[in-house]
């Protein structure tokens, strides 16, 4: 697979590391509002990515992190932490903000079909104090580990903390700006003239990576007691440890926005270096922007910033959605409209009638076997960079060929592993569902029985036998649903 490396400005190998995994670290979302149409870009983006690496047949370890302290409303180290203006813009505390907006945020995954950064389809009642498993990690449960790195940085120089904050000295690290390459004094000129700044601040540049809860945080509601006082952890800082220690200090791919170029990704890499006296992200691979139709922000008050729900209000399904962002390469600036996504919905809608009309004349209920000539197309294409349109292009070729209908459903079958598409859920759903075992409807009916008997601990060990055979068992409002573990996908 080969990727566009902002660090290098040029299309890399992805590396792999010498345990044979992909380590893929996604910037997640700032928990304190639903997501809009946006953000859902960039995750159906990373989806894709992950689906393709997992086809072209890569072990992937991914990370996202959920934002729940510390990203103030500039990015920077001015402003409001986002999470305390939602909490009181709602009149709750801001944790019960992060647990409503992580909620929202993954039942929006889930809607789109994408799959968990773990690798797994979404269960319908996700715990969201329990989502390392998944591998969404809350900053809120790394703190500690932060306060050690910052400790680290300040043993070794990168730190220093004033009556306000701990800051990272960016005059300790050349390549600092390497990234956006950007001149430190461009960096500057993004700081607003009203900002106050802190004066024991040895460059102006220094960002913070502890914030002290005094001054403007003197009522921060969400705090913890270091070695510099009580305060809590800026929003760089969480990126770097998560990614650290959930991914041994050692990321192929690191994703975002290219919002996250100048400032976050900066000031992580810029971290990293510090704490590992090296580069720890191979790869830094961001998504352009989805805009408003002059180029503008997405913002809800515009009418542009709609997230998923609107959506669905206004006639789309979460498919149509899906369609719209995996079907456009991830480095294309995209113009958001209502008419873009009607394209959209005609092309999915054609796209599903065209693959049941197949189902529907294959008479043969024999598994068909995996065209080979496209299959190594579709691949290609995916590997050169994420080629989603020529994948789609290829696909389409393929539902005209004149191959056996029911080869044609199967590497369909195999194409919908990365399109994440919902064939099941159609007149086609006979035709390419899956068969279980006679093994595995046994763990089932047995579980079945266990949990009526409400002996869970019997339910528990037929859950991990079914996992044993690949698969994760959700227990769902229709009864027992099997979705395949990620390396069976
Ligand atoms: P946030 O929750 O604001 O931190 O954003 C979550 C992710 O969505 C980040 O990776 C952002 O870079 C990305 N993002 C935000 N706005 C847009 C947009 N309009 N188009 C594409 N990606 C976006
Ligand atoms: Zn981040």
């Avoid at 290219?258 to 992580?268: A, G, P, Q, R």
């Avoid at 047995?446 to 959700?474: F, H, M, P």
Wanted: charged letters at 30%.
């Amino acid at each position: 697979m080969k990727l566009y490396n902002t660090l290098n400005r040029k299309v890399e190998d992805v590396v792999v590391n010498e345990k044979g995994f992909v380590h893929m670290y996604n910037c997640g979302p700032t928990v304190y509002y639903h997501m809009h149409v946006g953000n859902i870009r960039a995750y159906v983006c990373w989806d894709i990515l992950h689906r393709s690496l997992m086809l072209s047949g890569y072990n992937v370890k991914r990370i996202m992190n959920i934002t729940d302290v510390g990203h103030l409303t500039s990015d920077e180290d001015f402003g409001e932490d986002k999470l305390e203006k939602g909490a009181k813009r709602d009149g709750v505390t801001p944790f019960d903000i992060a647990d409503y907006y992580t909620k929202s945020f993954i039942s929006d995954f889930r809607k789109l079909n994408m799959l968990s950064p773990g690798g797994y389809e979404i269960p319908e009642d996700i715990d969201v104090h329990d989502l390392k498993r998944f591998g969404w990690t809350r900053a809120t449960e790394y703190v500690k580990e932060m306060i050690e790195f910052i400790v680290e940085l300040e043993k070794l120089g990168y730190a220093y903390e004033t009556s306000t904050a701990v800051y990272f000295d960016v005059s300790k690290y050349d390549d600092y700006t390497k990234l956006s390459g950007q001149k430190i004094e461009e960096k500057l000129q993004g700081v607003r003239d009203e900002v106050v700044v802190d004066k024991e601040k040895k460059n102006p540049a220094d960002f913070a990576l502890w914030m002290k809860r005094v001054g403007e945080h003197e009522n921060h509601y969400m705090h913890w007691a270091s070695p510099w006082g009580d305060g809590f952890p800026g929003w760089h800082i969480e990126c770097s440890v998560m990614g650290a220690k959930e991914l041994d200090g050692n990321i192929s791919i690191h994703t975002g926005g290219v919002d996250h170029i100048s400032v976050h990704h900066t000031n992580e890499r810029a971290q990293n270096f510090g704490f590992f006296g090296k580069e720890i992200v191979s790869m830094w691979v961001h998504n352009e922007f989805l805009t408003g139709k002059k180029g503008d922000k997405l913002s809800k008050s515009a009418g542009t910033g709609m997230n998923l729900e609107e959506l669905i209000n206004n006639g789309f399904s979460p498919m149509h959605v899906r369609y719209l962002f995996a079907t456009v390469n991830y480095r294309i600036p995209m113009v958001f409209s209502l008419d873009a996504l009607t394209g959209a919905k005609n092309a999915y809608n054609s796209l599903m009638k065209r693959i049941q009309q197949i189902c529907g004349k294959c008479n043969d209920q024999t598994e068909g076997e995996i065209i080979k000539e496209y299959y190594d197309q579709f691949i290609i294409a995916l590997n050169d960079d994420l080629n989603v349109s020529e994948a789609m292009a290829i696909t389409n070729k393929l539902l005209s060929s004149d191959y056996l209908h029911k080869d044609i459903i199967r590497t369909i079958k195999e194409f919908n592993k990365v399109w994440g598409f919902d064939i099941t859920d159609s007149d086609s759903k006979n035709s390419i569902g899956d068969e279980y075992s006679a093994e595995l409807k046994d763990l089932l009916d047995r579980r079945k029985s266990a949990r009526e008997d409400k002996n869970y601990e019997l339910s528990d060990s037929l859950r991990d036998e079914i996992s044993n055979l690949g698969y994760t068992v959700l227990d769902t409002a229709d009864g027992q649903k099997l979705v395949k573990n990620a390396t069976n996908i």
